[in-house]
Nanobody, 122 residues
Framework: QVELAESGGGLVQAGGSLRLACVAS????????IGWFRQTPGKEREFVAA????????AYGDSVRGRFAISKGNPKNTVYLQMASRSHEGAAGYYC???????????????WGQGTQVTVLS
């Protein structure tokens, strides 16, 4: 079992930046890949980024590559998602999740946090 808790959501100016955090806990959290997904009302959940347990392997969704950065924090059970918004793109509920490898399909992730909301202001 892995418990996940997101934080850092809130308001960001269009063109600004925001950093989200995901803290993993539980006996199975060690050696776990953490992924970030986002979802807006009426749309499917979109893969954003993932990082393996060592921090040495990352993956990004096509729409965020080059603007978002995922990293391991200190302590190592914390994962950050640094976001650079582009216009109103980026406004969504952001969810972190746990899997065995940096995968892009949400069905490969077994555990999920409650999510944190990001709102982009014009």
């Amino acid at each position: 079992q892995v418990e996940l808790a997101e934080s850092g959501g809130g308001l960001v100016q269009a063109g600004g930046s925001l950093r989200l955090a995901c803290v993993a806990s539980g006996r199975a959290s060690i050696g776990t890949t953490i992924g970030w997904f986002r979802q807006t009302p009426g749309k499917e959940r979109e893969f954003v980024a993932a990082i393996d347990s060592t921090g040495g392997l990352t993956a990004y969704g096509d729409s965020v590559r080059g603007r978002f950065a995922i990293s391991k924090g200190n302590p190592k059970n914390t994962v950050y998602l640094q976001m650079a918004s582009r216009s109103h793109e980026g406004a969504a509920g952001y969810y972190c999740s746990a899997a065995d490898w940096p995968r892009r399909n949400e069905r490969d992730y077994e555990f999920w946090g409650q999510g944190t909301q990001v709102t982009v202001l014009s």
